[in-house]
Structure formats: structure tokens, C-alpha cells
């Protein structure tokens, strides 16, 4: 009996000194109202035999694909009273919708808080409903595509908190999107996904699920997430809530952060597990994780919780907590993700296992402009075109501008060129990279716009960070390719005319030119120049027969370049002369532009064989008009004007195809030309 009396004791004691602990180890953390992000001792008990109110579904019947964090968000989700401080909520309201989760009666202070610390109310909206705190991290909804649809997906949160548990369900009436029950205990803490089919948690998921197995929980994630490789692993951070964003985060598709301990830290072996298993994994692209590290030594007194960040569009809001290493946090994230704004956000709040992260949720864009492209990262051979294959769906139903569909890419430190996409059926489009230089290092990304305003770049950052590959091997030699491979023209005399050549080097370097001809009524321009390996370039052939008598003319345009001399046999037919207007032999007639391509601006030629009233006027390939050019009454003779590459309206037009057309109203009739102009940025 004494013996069982001295044992019950120590049993008190060791309960009573864990309890302590436990209250000494979260004194600082803010309850809201009265719990906290870990469970209370209450909650532990309760949990045992905790009863979910959750329905499960069968899940989506079409093609899953789980949005990630990186991808276009049209708001972010909030909870009222917030965990987060006002001036990040004025800073999201700039740019995208501020979704609050606020009881109705709260509402009404919340505004009032919301305009006393400048927010931007016109990007406010407010989902009437109870929560029990605000980690909507956590409990929120999970987004995914489904059939180019978005959805939600509800699952049984880890916590026995059932007006959390419903916030998922109380967003898709919101917004009327379908749900589905996902029947696996998670929290969002502790799952991160790419966007392309992989996704990674703690082995939480397994201790909270102990009625299903690795397969059974491998199968649920893919039947209703889409995820077909879920990477589970061991928890370095060795804290109570074992949640993956508390020490990682996929900042895009092969991109991991991973936190860093010191040596002497006896997490230190467990942190450089992980980063090394991501660093051995494949990524959704097809190349091992590019794996960065930020400092998270952690603790009470100085907690460093980088990793829980929020990535919302071209913005990284990132923790600050006082710390010597915030300023090293910064240089990581600006580092590793440049072309975003980072964002720095201090609060006396956060805590290793929890920070913005956990107290926001991104929503995605349900009009999405989503580009699925699998990048070209390793070698390609010298001399050969590269294809570049992408699936670009405009979630929002609406046509895309086949204009603003672009493949940008430079050689080396160059400036990008632009490569209109064509179609290949079924939302896909290919461009071709021209053949390249041995040794070349190509950066490129793919730049999509819809009619519903939406524009999207895969990488997502686009042109700051572009996906990038270098050419190998021998390259083929340069090898010149004229078009047309000879000229007859007929004219009048004391007319002019001009035609265009094109010159391509379709090898695998590049090559000097230099042209040369000998005839006085013929000249080009321009006579000299490089041809990078795959480019093009257009030469402009003015023929004039000013006081010419009607005979036949030849002479040979000699291209030399560091191979060898071309020769394009040219002949001029001088058929008579004509009198009218005092202007001799024209011919009404739209000789075109020059230079073609063209940035920023290019020259417009035309004939005018009488005095006419003359329209020349800009279209797009979808009919419509985008400036005029000339609208007025002229005299006979040659023309020209200049197109800026600019609408109506003064603003630049995008890269792709245009038609010049010109409309000519004289004493013989109507007159009406159209020629193809190509406007590369």
C-alpha cells in the first residue's frame, strides 16, 4: 500500500512538472480567444474520442491538379480577430482581394479597424462565420483544379475545433464552388504542394491516420488532390506540432527552403536529413531539387520562423521577429526568388511554429491562367531548332490573344527575343528556338494574355528568373539561305519599286555578311551585318528607272560572308514610259515595310498612280483595328509613314503579327492591298 502511495505520488509530481513545462514552455503564446495553436490539455483528452462532423465524398471524377502556394491567387483568406498585423493586410489589399472570416456582429469593427489602418476597402469582402481561432493555415480550404475547374476539398482538421472544421465548407458556398470530403486528418500546416502533382508533409499524416496505411493515404491524395508522388518525412524541428512549413517550403516547382540549424544544435543531423533527401529527389520538371537554406536556430527569447512565409503573386511576405538573423532571412529569399518583392513583416507574435504562414491562406484565381510546359533544362546539340511545347488553358473560358502568345528568350546576356506560338490543337502551342552556337547559354519563358485580362508566364516570375539550358557539342557550320534566289522585275520607267530578300543562316554559328551590286538603278539596305545561328533578316531592294529607256537590265547581287559569295541573278525589264500628273510610270501599289520584323518602329512604302483619297491603317489577326495611320486626301508619287509599334490609344501593342492595309479611292477606282507585319519585342 505505501508503496503504491509513494508511486501515485511521483506520478503527481512528474504530471504537475510536465504541466509547468508545458505552461512555461508557451507562456507567450496568444490565445484567441482561449485557445492556443497546440492543443490544451483539455483538447488532448477530448481528442482520444473526438467525434468529427465530416462527410466524405467520392472524389472528382475529372483530371485533379492541387494549385500551389506560387500560383495566380485572386485574395487571400483571413480570420477576424486577426493574427496578423494590419499593415500586411494593407499591403495584400493593393494588389488582390482580402477575404475576412469575421463573425457578422465583429464586422462592423473590423471595417473600422481595417479603414483606420489603411486598407484598401474596395479590395475587402467579408464570409459571415464563427471560427474558434485564426489559423486558417490550418483548417482552411484546400484549392484544386478539376477539369480546369477550381474546387475545394475539405478534410477532418487535426484539431477538435468544429467551427474551424466547417471553414471549408463555409468558403465553397461562398464563392459556389463544388466541395469534396477528403476523409484523411490533416492540417494545412503540414502539407505543401507543387502545383504539378507532388506534394510533402511530416510523418504526422501517418500518426493521425493510424486506420490507414502509406498506400491507402498515397491513394487518397491522388484521387482527390491529384498528387501522384507524396513525399513523407521525418520532422527535424522536434516540436509539438510537427508541421512541414515550420522548417520548409517549396518556393516553386524545383525549388525547396529548408531551414538550418548550427552543429552543435542536436537537431542538426535531422535538418540535414531532409535537406538531403530533397536535394536526391526529382522534381515535377524532371531535375533534382534545387535545395536553399535559411538560419533558424530558433528559440524563445529570438525565434526565427523563415520559413513561414507567404508567397501571394509577385510578393514573398516573410516573418520578421527582431532577430540578429532577419536581415539574412531577407538576402536568402531575394536571392533565391528574384523578380518577387520581398517583404519583411514584424510582429512580436510569431513563434518558431507559428507566423504568417499559418494565420493566411491564398485563394486561387478561379480565372486562372494556368500554362502547364515541361522546361528544357539539360544540353541540347549545337545546329538544331528546339522546340518549345507548352498547354496554356485559360481557366475563364475566354479565347486567348494569339498575338500575346510568346516564347521570350535570349543568347547569352542578350536581349529577349520574342517567338509567336502557333497552335497544335487541344490548348497546345509549340515555338522553335532557332538553331544556336555551341556553347550558348539560352534563358526562355513562355508569356500567355486572355480576353479576360489575365496574363501568366511559366516559370511563374517570368523573365527574371527564366528556365535556362546551354547548347553542346560541334554546331553545324553557318550556312546562308537567300529568299527569293533570283528577282525578274518589270517596271515603267521613271518608277520605283521596291522588294524584299530574306536572308537566313539555318547552321549552327554565326556569320558576317557583306553585299555588293553594281547596278546604278538597284540598291540595298543594308549591306553589311551578322546572322546569329538560326536568325533572319530582311534586305530592302529599291529599283529606280528614273530617266531609264525601255530595255532589259541585269546584274548580280553578291552576298559575301566567312564561307563564301552568293549570287542572286537579278534582272529589270523596262517596259515603257507613261506620263500622269507630272508623275511618270507609277503604279498605285503597297510595296510594304521595312524593316520586317521590326522593334520599335518601321517604315511603310506605297505608290499612289493618281490623287487619291488614301486610308493606311494597322489590323490584328483577329480583324480588329489598331491605328490609322493615313485618313487624307494625296498627290500621286511615292509615299511613306511610320508605324511606332503603338495603338490608337498611344500604347504599345504587343509582340506578334499585323496587317498593314492600304485603301486607295482615285478617278479609276478602288484600290485595296493588305501585307503582313511582324512586330518582335
Known amino acids: 500500500m505505501k508503496k503504491n502511495i509513494i508511486l501515485l505520488f511521483m506520478l503527481i509530481v512528474i504530471i504537475s512538472t510536465s504541466l509547468s513545462a508545458i505552461d512555461n514552455k508557451y507562456r507567450k503564446i496568444k490565445e484567441n480567444p482561449i485557445l492556443a495553436h497546440f492543443l490544451s490539455l483539455e483538447e488532448i483528452l477530448m481528442n482520444e474520442d473526438y467525434e468529427r462532423d465530416f462527410t466524405p465524398t467520392d472524389p472528382p471524377s475529372g483530371v485533379v491538379r492541387q494549385t500551389s502556394e506560387f500560383d495566380q491567387m485572386e485574395g487571400v483568406l483571413v480570420v477576424y480577430p486577426l493574427g496578423v498585423p494590419y499593415g500586411m493586410i494593407a499591403e495584400m489589399s493593393q494588389d488582390i482581394i482580402v477575404y475576412t472570416i469575421v463573425q457578422s456582429y465583429q464586422q462592423n469593427q473590423c471595417e473600422t479597424n481595417y479603414l483606420n489602418n489603411g486598407v484598401n476597402m474596395a479590395n475587402c469582402e467579408f464570409i459571415n462565420a464563427p471560427t474558434n481561432t485564426y489559423w486558417v493555415r490550418d483548417f482552411g480550404p484546400w484549392f484544386v483544379a478539376v477539369d480546369n475547374e477550381i474546387a475545394i476539398v ?49 510523418d504526422l499524416v501517418y500518426d493521425e491516420n493510424p486506420g490507414l496505411t502509406p498506400t491507402q493515404i498515397d491513394q487518397l491524395v491522388l484521387d482527390y488532390l491529384g498528387i501522384e508522388t507524396y513525399h513523407v518525412t521525418i520532422d527535424p524541428l522536434d516540436d509539438y506540432i510537427k508541421h512541414i512549413d515550420c522548417w520548409g517550403k517549396f518556393l ?14 542536436y537537431r542538426y543531423v535531422d535538418f540535414e536529413f531532409v535537406a538531403d533527401y530533397f536535394a536526391a529527389q526529382t522534381s515535377a520538371w524532371g531535375n533534382n531539387y534545387e535545395v536553399y537554406r535559411v538560419y533558424t536556430p530558433g528559440g524563445y527569447s529570438q525565434p526565427t520562423p523563415y520559413t513561414n512565409s507567404l508567397i ?20 536568402t529569399y531575394e536571392e533565391v526568388m528574384p523578380g518577387y518583392e520581398v517583404i519583411g513583416v514584424y510582429s512580436s507574435g510569431w513563434y518558431d511554429t507559428d507566423a504568417l504562414h499559418c494565420r493566411t491562406r491564398g485563394v ?36 486567348l490573344y494569339a498575338d500575346s502568345l510568346l516564347v521570350k528568350y535570349k543568347i547569352n546576356y542578350g536581349d529577349f ?57 560541334n554546331p553545324l557550320p553557318a550556312e546562308l539561305v537567300v529568299d527569293p534566289v533570283s528577282f525578274s522585275i518589270e517596271m515603267s520607267a521613271n518608277e520605283i519599286s521596291i522588294e524584299i530578300m530574306e536572308m537566313s543562316n539555318i547552321g549552327g554559328m554565326s556569320m558576317d555578311y557583306d553585299i555588293t551590286e553594281s547596278a546604278d538603278w538597284l540598291s540595298l539596305d543594308p549591306i553589311s551585318g551578322t546572322l546569329l545561328a538560326g ?31 552568293t549570287y542572286v541573278p537579278v534582272t529589270l525589264t523596262i517596259t515603257g514610259t507613261n506620263t500622269h500628273d507630272d508623275i511618270t510610270g507609277l503604279e498605285t501599289k503597297l510595296l510594304g515595310n521595312y524593316p520586317n520584323p521590326f522593334n520599335p518602329e518601321t517604315t511603310i512604302k506605297y505608290n499612289l498612280k493618281n490623287t487619291a483619297d488614301v486610308t493606311l491603317a494597322i489590323y490584328n489577326t483577329k480583324g480588329q483595328l489598331v491605328c490609322t495611320l493615313v485618313n487624307s486626301s494625296q498627290v500621286a508619287g511615292m509615299h511613306s509613314t511610320v508605324w511606332n509599334g503603338k495603338d490608337t490609344n498611344g500604347r504599345n501593342v504587343s509582340s506578334g503579327i499585323y496587317f498593314s492595309t492600304l485603301d486607295v479611292k482615285d478617278e479609276e477606282g478602288d484600290y485595296t492591298s493588305v501585307k503582313k507585319i511582324i512586330l518582335l519585342k
Open 154 to 202: 475539405n478534410f477532418p482538421y487535426n484539431r477538435p475545433r468544429p467551427d474551424d472544421d466547417d471553414i471549408p465548407i463555409e468558403v465553397a458556398n461562398y464563392f459556389g464552388l463544388d466541395l469534396y470530403g477528403m476523409d484523411l486528418e490533416n492540417a494545412g500546416g503540414n502539407y505543401m504542394c507543387d502545383g504539378n502533382f507532388i506534394g510533402a508533409s511530416t
Open 252 to 265: 516553386d516547382v524545383d525549388k525547396v527552403l529548408i531551414g538550418e540549424v548550427p552543429q552543435s544544435d
Open 312 to 331: 501571394l503573386n509577385n510578393k514573398v511576405f516573410v516573418p520578421q521577429t527582431g532577430s540578429q538573423w532577419d536581415d539574412e532571412a531577407m538576402a
Open 364 to 399: 486561387a484565381d478561379r480565372n486562372m491562367l494556368y500554362i502547364q510546359h515541361d522546361p528544357i533544362l539539360q544540353e541540347v546539340p549545337a545546329g538544331e531548332e528546339i522546340d518549345i511545347i507548352a498547354q496554356i488553358v485559360p481557366y475563364s473560358g475566354d479565347p
Open 535 to 565: 536568325a533572319s533578316t530582311s534586305i530592302e531592294l529599291t529599283f529606280d528607272t528614273t530617266d531609264m529607256i525601255p530595255d532589259e537590265y541585269t546584274t548580280d547581287i553578291i552576298i559575301s560572308d566567312n564561307r563564301e559569295e
Open 417 to 473: 527575343n520574342s517567338l509567336v506560338m502557333t497552335s497544335n490543337g487541344n490548348d497546345n502551342y509549340v515555338a522553335s528556338i532557332p538553331a544556336l552556337d555551341q556553347g550558348c547559354e539560352i534563358s526562355y519563358y513562355i508569356h500567355a494574355v486572355d480576353e479576360s485580362g489575365n496574363s501568366s508566364n511559366h516559370p511563374i516570375i517570368g523573365e527574371p528568373d527564366p528556365h535556362i539550358f546551354t547548347v553542346e557539342g
